[in-house]
């Protein structure tokens, strides 16, 4: 793009150029917007760009848009599988507190070569539960 404000400049190389393009025509109503109004946030919803409500109110503070003011599937580099939620396959605290347990009746000496030995997979930590007394 060509002749953009020096407030874009951040996003280009960074944001998809249709959302530059319809950001820039939210830029251009800025002088147009009757302050005392509410913002609806039609545009920020609908399109997940800045509106210019919001667009004017970072400009009035003297920061330049950033990319994180725009919804991720704006980036560039935006990639779905990459941003999906990370589910680990095991509990690490689980493991943790079964050797905390084991740990924590033996001499301090000790303790440092139960570590090392469990970290190497040549022992392991179970937990140990109490039993019923009836």
Same mark, same amino acid.
């Given at each position: 793009? +060509?002749? %953009?404000?020096?407030?874009?400049?951040?996003?280009?190389?960074? +944001?998809?150029?249709? #959302?530059?393009? /319809?950001?820039?025509?939210?830029?251009?109503? =800025?002088?147009? =917007?009757? @302050?005392? /109004?509410?913002?609806?946030?039609? %545009?920020? &919803?609908?399109? /997940?760009?800045?509106?210019?409500?919001? +667009?004017?109110?970072?400009?009035?503070?003297?920061? #330049?848009?950033? $990319? #994180?003011?725009?919804?991720?599937?704006?980036?560039?580099?935006?990639? $779905?599988? &990459?941003?999906?939620?990370?589910? $680990?396959?095991?509990?690490?605290?689980?493991?943790?507190?079964?050797?905390?347990?084991?740990?924590?009746?033996?001499? @301090?000496?000790?303790?440092? /070569?139960? =570590?090392?030995?469990?970290? #190497?997979?040549?022992?392991?930590? +179970?937990?140990?539960? %109490?039993?019923? %007394?009836?």
């Amino acid at each position: 793009m +060509i002749n %953009v404000p020096k407030c874009f400049t951040p996003l280009l190389g960074h +944001i998809s150029s249709f #959302a530059l393009k /319809e950001c820039l025509n939210q830029f251009n109503k =800025i002088k147009k =917007i009757n @302050p005392t /109004e509410q913002c609806l946030h039609t %545009v920020t &919803i609908g399109l /997940e760009i800045p509106c210019s409500h919001r +667009i004017r109110k970072r400009l009035k503070s003297g920061d #330049a848009l950033d $990319p #994180a003011n725009f919804h991720f599937h704006r980036h560039l580099k935006y990639d $779905p599988e &990459i941003t999906t939620k990370y589910t $680990p396959k095991f509990d690490l605290n689980d493991k943790v507190n079964r050797i905390f347990v084991a740990l924590s009746n033996k001499d @301090p000496k000790k303790q440092e /070569e139960l =570590i090392k030995q469990n970290v #190497a997979g040549t022992h392991s930590s +179970i937990s140990i539960q %109490v039993p019923k %007394v009836l």
